[in-house]
């Protein structure tokens, strides 16, 4: 059975109840949101990104109407349906569910930084593929800040942020600025995974094609992505 097949068969028995029978009432709701969320996630990742919406904006209705609310698994589901969104270019609605969820986490118990960094990183991605990167590169910034405070400037998560703060730098036409990202990029996932991890190869790959380009606005998108770590 593949994973699709098995991420097909959790979905319908979400749908249908199956899978919450034994679940106490007040808990089922709180359950269904974040197994949806989870399976969204895992639809997202396949790149099946209309069954993940479909996943998702479920979770997202039900986290609205819990009683009581229930703010974490409503923003988790916010933050899941603004990168849906975003990747199917749907760039308003992304950004507003990404700012309404940004805007709830700082009323969240206990240590959120991560997650700050997380939705701080989607936001700006959002806002640089809409234009907007006056918008885009303070919340990048935040973003990366946090993350090196808090995993260290040696971190391959630090370097995800950075090659994607230098995707934005290179939008707006700073291109100097992007190559010295891509080429710290570069550097971190070369201490941390070796010369022949792919992730190395792809900065490689990243830094021949904007210094071969000239760098620029995008033409074409060089083998990339906005990952979020969470």
Request: charged letters at 25%; a positive charge; one cysteine or more.
């Amino acid at each position: 059975m593949t994973v699709r097949e098995l991420l097909d068969r959790a979905a319908s028995r979400l749908e249908s109840g199956e899978s919450l029978h034994g679940v106490a009432p007040r808990a089922r709701t709180i359950v269904m949101i974040a197994v949806q969320v989870t399976v969204s996630r895992a639809y997202r990742a396949l790149g099946l990104f209309d069954k993940a919406a479909v996943q998702a904006k479920s979770a997202l209705a039900l986290a609205r109407a819990a009683d009581p609310p229930q703010p974490a698994l409503l923003v988790d589901a916010l933050f899941e349906c603004g990168e849906i969104h975003r990747i199917r270019l749907e760039r308003e609605d992304s950004i507003r569910d990404l700012k309404e969820a940004f805007a709830l986490i700082e009323k969240l118990p206990g240590d959120t930084r991560l997650l700050t960094a997380s939705v701080l990183n989607a936001l700006a991605g959002a806002e640089a593929c809409i234009g907007n990167y006056k918008k885009a590169e303070p919340l990048m910034r935040r973003a990366l800040d946090i993350y090196t405070e808090i995993r260290g400037a040696d971190s391959v998560d630090v370097a995800t942020f950075l090659g994607n703060y230098a995707q934005i730098r290179l939008q707006a036409g700073a291109t100097d600025e992007a190559v010295e990202m891509l080429k710290r990029t570069a550097e971190i996932h070369k201490k941390a995974r070796g010369e022949n991890h792919i992730l190395y190869a792809r900065d490689i790959y990243n830094l021949g094609w904007v210094l071969g380009s000239g760098g620029g606005r995008w033409r074409r998108s060089p083998t990339s992505s906005r990952h979020t770590p969470r």
